[in-house]
């Protein structure tokens, strides 16, 4: 039973109290006169040391920064000789023999050595200098305590657990019920009053934290944070960024929610894995890491589509070294490739929204991931409140495309103030289940968390729309002192109580973590020799985890084709990829026995095999011996990498008289290698089934620049009175105004056909017959009479037998296939004839 929204109630506090902060292991009192625990920094963090054998840290004298501990006062004895009187000999300055030294050299307390006693009093301390600071620049609040006992986090490992909120039970509210929820207030930058979903004390315990390292030089903070962080060394493998290992580590988390994205009962979200891509949209993620990722797992079965901001920071598809970049096609709004892609105009997702629809049969995307994030150097405590609007666009651009059971992850930070709290909320009744989830690949000390939610739930339009409606009021409240200062009221929040708690209980968890990891670094810009020891272990760990090749980053080879050529058919004899078609003919006809073992194509030019080498380095061979490769020049279109392709070279028409236009485009008529997949032993029908998705993968709409790449339309040869029924006579430019035999395609593009190419689909001893009885087509064994149904796999004719087999008929001067056409040679075959044939031969 759905529950209704309540009626507002009264204002209710958070529900943290004392004993909370210390479940959450945080001491933050202040007890900087405390003695420190025994023994330093925690057991796997060490000071390190050229010579790892040398004596322990126990016994090993200690100068300069002594940790808050007491020094020691040397006094006299009536022998002359002084003796050490400190808390503990542990931590003694002094040893025995450096002691005995000094009072040779006439050393009493409180005078310095020298004839008259002018020597330095106090010890001299070692330097403090850090950085490239100035000698004796001491940082404003830096050099302080914390008061934060780092040590005590939890020992660092690969695996992590997955929170969710608790299901929502509240129907999805109506337009005019959220038109009443935007609240506009005073303009409002200051974090520090947000108490409403966080304890007091944390927020004001991670804001000083932040606030320590205000003065600090950005390189000295980079290596303490470097040294601090167990999983710093994980970075980005081979791909080209950190973004793509965080998109692998929660990938992994989630069960492969985004790269084999399931329903609530696990079945995929991609019904047909042999016909449907895999479709994702990619926003404010450049240079793309997420993308590259997700390519690089699904290889050619995905198609990704990419909003981010134009500039510095945009897509950088040239550096995908793991995945092939043509499958992605960034698109930025308004003006398309030529947009700017800022996420905050309405022009900009409304287009991207369309956009994807029209690409994706108007079911939209499998899932939505969003990263954005811009500077905020100096204003760190500020950033939920400077990227509130960013936040809001995410979250819409992700209800705008993604298609219903679809999921969505994005990137927030501080999530303190009720707005947006709100925004989650509005993920909260929109989707099955949400998550706020901090993965190991970001750095501990930042805020950043990763909204994950799965299963978007139907009719969630009102919701859509009246974000849309706030980025509006956003915008148009841009530079003025008022502001939309929540989208959900605050009441209708902390009445749902599961909501509530595990909004609180999440974002003190959270603060409590990133003020131990703060005070970690603290301690280790502090201290120069701690080091993290398992980075190593834990890299290797988590690599192995999440099924990710521990190798370098490097960029793909350049090799000619010939010596590529060679690589992908792995010691198939060459010679397979000359042999020629049998020319149809009244004799070679009598082949044709089995009607159904055979699927035609119309032809359009001659046969080439296409080479694809990544991007524009395509290469085109007419299958000659010895085999030679010509680049693919004036013809612009990308194809990835080790892609190995039986093809046409086909001069598209669109229009007639001088509105006419000459299109360049690529036919595929079999495919045998796509992005390093070997399809060569499949069906022809898998193969073409195969080629249509990868050419789907592959298109780019909106680049009007680039030349199509399409697949035959096949037909069964007994079904080829089809053909006959699209072809036409029409006006071509140069063709001195006589109408000349055209093809009309599914597009209605057309082009000059010059023949049929017939194709045997079933290997001997099997052909396929057709039963009257059971009105079906079954399978029949010439040699053993067996006969069945199903697919025997010994009938599949690889590509190699369907080569060699092929027939062609020509459309050459003197063959009827039109009735307008005249002019007939008696030794030809022509329509009737041929039409004739098959009619003879099957009859079902």
Not at 241 to 270: E, I, W, Y
Not at 598 to 618: D, E
Request: aromatic share 10%; with cysteine.
């Amino acid at each position: 039973m759905k529950r209704r929204y309540p009626e507002p109630g009264p204002d209710q506090g958070p529900a943290t109290s004392r004993r909370r902060i210390e479940e959450l292991g945080l001491n933050l009192s202040s007890t900087s006169d405390e003695e420190p625990p025994d023994g330093g920094a925690r057991a796997r963090v060490r000071a390190s040391s050229d010579d790892e054998d040398s004596e322990s840290e126990e016994s090993r004298p200690v100068f300069g920064d002594m940790r808050g501990y007491s020094v020691p006062s040397l006094q006299g004895d009536s022998s002359g000789d002084l003796q050490v009187d400190t808390l503990s000999s542990k931590y003694s300055m002094y040893n025995s023999v450096s002691q005995k030294l000094m009072a040779k050299m006439g050393y009493r307390e409180g005078e310095g050595l020298g004839k008259f006693g002018q020597g330095r009093k106090e010890i001299v301390e070692a330097s403090m200098q850090r950085g490239r600071r100035g000698l004796g620049l001491k940082l404003k609040g830096f050099d302080g305590d914390l008061d934060v006992d780092w040590q005590e986090e939890i020992e660092p490992g690969a695996y992590e657990q997955v929170e969710w909120f608790p299901e929502c039970s509240l129907e999805m509210p109506q337009s005019v019920e959220l038109r009443k929820w935007m609240t506009i207030e005073q303009r409002k930058m200051e974090i520090e009053d947000e108490i409403e979903f966080c304890d007091q004390k944390l927020l004001s315990s991670v804001l000083r934290c932040k606030s320590v390292f205000d003065e600090l030089e950005g390189e000295e903070m980079r290596r303490a944070r470097t040294r601090s962080n167990p999983y710093e060394t994980i970075r980005g493998v081979f791909f080209l960024n950190r973004a793509a290992m965080k998109m692998a580590n929660m990938d992994h988390v989630f069960d492969s929610m985004f790269t084999n994205p399931r329903d609530s009962s696990g079945k995929s979200l991609v019904r047909d894995k042999d016909s449907e891509l895999l479709y994702f949209a990619d926003v404010c993620a450049g240079p793309g890491g997420f993308s590259e990722y997700v390519l690089w797992r699904r290889r050619w079965h995905a198609k990704g589509f990419g909003m981010t901001l134009k500039g510095p920071n945009d897509f950088k598809l040239e550096d995908f070294f793991a995945a092939s970049s043509e499958l992605f096609e960034p698109y930025y709004g308004e003006g398309g490739v030529d947009g700017d892609g800022d996420i905050t105009r309405p022009e900009n997702i409304s287009e991207f929204r369309r956009f994807v629809l029209e690409n994706t049969e108007r079911k939209g995307v499998h899932f939505l991931m969003a990263d954005g994030g811009f500077s905020v150097e100096g204003q760190e405590n500020l950033q939920e409140i400077l990227s509130k609007q960013l936040l809001l666009c995410q979250i819409l651009m992700g209800l705008s495309v993604i298609r219903t059971g679809g999921h969505f992850i994005c990137k927030t930070f501080d999530l303190f103030t009720p707005f947006s709290v709100g925004l989650i909320y509005l993920l909260y009744i929109c989707f099955e289940r949400v998550s706020l989830f901090k993965p190991v690949t970001s750095r501990p000390a930042n805020s950043e968390r990763y909204v994950v939610c799965r299963g978007l739930k139907a009719e969630t339009d009102p919701v859509r729309d009246y974000l849309f409606t706030v980025n509006q009021k956003l915008n148009f409240l841009r530079n003025s002192e008022q502001d939309v200062s929540s989208v959900v009221p605050l009441d209708i929040i902390k009445l749902d109580s599961g909501f509530y708690n595990f909004m609180v209980q999440s974002n003190e968890r959270h603060a409590a973590a990133q003020i131990k990891a703060l005070a970690k670094i603290h301690a280790f810009i502090r201290d120069q020799n701690l080091n993290e020891t398992c980075q190593a272990d834990i890299r290797k760990e988590c690599l192995r985890l999440w099924g990710i090749p521990d190798e370098a980053r490097i960029a793909p080879s350049t090799i000619d084709p010939k010596s590529k050529f060679y690589e992908l058919i792995q010691g198939t004899d060459p010679e397979t990829f000359s042999y020629k078609p049998t020319l149809l003919s009244a004799q070679s006809i009598e082949k044709i026995s089995h009607v159904l073992d055979y699927r035609c194509m119309v032809a359009g030019g001659q046969q080439h095999f296409l080479l694809g080498m990544g991007k524009c380095q395509i290469y085109l061979s007419d299958g000659g011996m010895p085999i030679r490769w010509k680049k693919l020049e004036s013809f612009k279109t990308e194809l990835p990498r080790d892609t190995l392709l039986l093809v046409e070279i086909i001069q598209e028409l669109k229009g007639e008289g001088k509105a006419q236009r000459r299109i360049s485009s690529i036919h595929i008529l079999d495919a045998l290698i796509l992005n390093g997949s070997d399809i060569r032993e499949q069906h022809f029908n898998q193969r073409i089934q195969m080629a249509e998705k990868f050419v789907k993968a592959v298109s780019k709409r909106s680049r009007s620049d680039m030349n199509p790449i399409r697949v035959k339309e096949v037909y069964r040869l007994e079904e080829m009175e089809r053909i006959f029924v699209r072809l036409e006579m029409k006006i071509t430019k140069g063709s001195c105004g006589m109408p000349r035999l055209s093809y009309t395609g599914r597009d209605d593009r057309h082009f000059l056909p010059t023949g049929l190419h017939i194709i045997k689909t079933v290997n001997d001893p099997w052909t396929m017959a057709f039963s009257r009885n059971s009105n079906r087509k079954y399978f029949y064994n010439t040699r053993s009479k067996d006969s069945t149904y199903d697919l025997p796999p010994d009938s599949i004719t690889p590509f190699h037998v369907c080569h060699f087999e092929r027939l062609f008929w020509p459309w050459e001067d003197g063959v009827l296939v039109h009735d307008s056409q005249t002019r007939r040679n008696a030794e030809k075959l022509s329509k009737e004839e041929v039409l004739n044939f098959i009619q003879d031969h099957y009859q079902p």
